[in-house]
């Protein structure tokens, strides 16, 4: 399974915008993060680049994106870390970013030595962003789930491989939700709504780059 830039942002919590930046170098400083499948038309990314996404979204809460270049650069090249970034736990804290393990953490900014991290950012958990809710990445609706290991994370029925937006499709050609099941056995009224709900969430990505280009 792919992440078209679209479904990675509302996955994410990252703009269409964000992401189009985060592709891209900067100066001597290397992209953000490059879609692992695909960096080019068609752009794709994976279920790994979503979750390192997540950890920029959350670093760049408290962080500049100039700190956040200058920590990548150093786990790249100063620690020769060569693993997918989501493979890394990044903090925020004070100003500077860390990376972390559950007792201790290395300075990526400042280059000062280990110290202790209280507090870890669970990157998967739902979080707000600009008065947004961002879905738990697993579970982005009660009945809807995100399991790499079903259809490579497609969003899918709860339950089932159903992806969510055939079902969401559906409901927008005008089938009542009681009736979803007589397509798709199983699938009940309730979970055919989340379907529907998330499948709005994500359009709302792209309506709202659209709005902002406009004004």
């Not at 290397?30 to 794709?44: F, K, M, N």
């Not at 000062?112 to 950012?121: A, E, F, L, P, T």
């Not at 490579?152 to 937006?165: Q, Y």
Request: hydrophobic share 40%.
């Amino acid at each position: 399974m792919s992440y078209e830039p679209k479904l990675a942002a509302a996955l994410s919590g990252a703009t269409l915008r964000q992401l189009s930046h985060w592709r891209r170098a900067t100066g001597e400083r290397g992209a953000v993060l490059v879609p692992e499948i695909s960096a080019s038309r068609p752009i794709l990314y994976s279920f790994r680049d979503v979750v390192a996404l997540r950890a920029c979204v959350r670093l760049r809460e408290e962080a500049s994106l100039q700190k956040i270049r200058r920590a990548l650069s150093t786990l790249r090249e100063g620690l020769d870390e060569r693993e997918h970034l989501s493979a890394y736990r990044l903090v925020a804290g004070g100003d500077t970013i860390y990376l972390a393990d559950p007792d201790h953490a290395v300075d990526l900014v400042r280059g000062k030595g280990n110290v202790v991290i209280h507090d870890m950012v669970d990157v998967l958990a739902p979080f707000y962003r600009g008065g947004r809710r961002i879905p738990d990445l697993l579970e982005p609706r009660p009945h809807v789930s995100v399991d790499p290991a079903v259809r490579g994370g497609e969003p899918v029925v709860e339950g089932t491989r159903i992806p969510a937006t055939e079902v969401a499709a559906l409901l927008r050609d005008g089938v009542p939700p009681e009736q979803i099941g007589d397509y798709y056995p199983g699938v009940t009224a309730e979970a055919a709504r989340d379907a529907a709900d998330f499948a709005d969430y994500v359009d709302s990505y792209e309506d709202a780059e659209i709005r902002q280009a406009a004004s």
